[in-house]
């Protein structure tokens, strides 16, 4: 099992920047994809960005140029820094890793709210 924990979410106004963390335990050692989901409501969940192992990434077209996503490995830790955020950034931001036989595991959320 993986064991996924979130920090970083909260309130900040438009145009702010946020980071969030999402810190991995338990039989890891496979995991190869970690990354961030979100859902607003009303709103299906949309990938935000992703990171390989390898440290390969890829964005959903809302977010790049604006969000960055980065993995340190040693630490089991993927980190996504937010920047130039809009209140069409406001959801739920959960965390996800998924192991190369494509098991996943995904954290319990984080709520992030940008105002206007």
């Known amino acids: 099992q993986v064991q996924l924990v979130e920090s970083g979410g909260g309130l900040v106004q438009a145009g702010g920047s946020l980071r969030l963390s999402c810190a991995a335990s338990?039989?890891?050692?496979?995991?190869?994809?970690m990354g961030w989901y979100r859902q607003a409501p009303g709103k299906q969940r949309e990938l935000v960005a992703g990171?390989?192992?390898?440290?390969?990434?890829n964005y959903a077209d809302s977010v790049k140029g604006r969000f960055t996503i980065s993995r340190d490995n040693a630490k089991n830790t993927v980190y996504l820094q937010m920047n130039s955020l809009s209140p069409e950034d406001t959801a739920i931001y959960s965390c996800?890793?998924?192991?190369?036989?494509?098991?996943?595991?995904w954290g319990q959320g984080t709520q992030v709210t940008v105002s206007s």
């Open positions: 996800y890793a998924r192991r190369f036989n494509s098991a996943e595991y």
């Open positions: 338990g039989t890891i050692f496979s995991i190869n994809a």
């Open positions: 990171i390989s192992r390898g440290g390969s990434t």
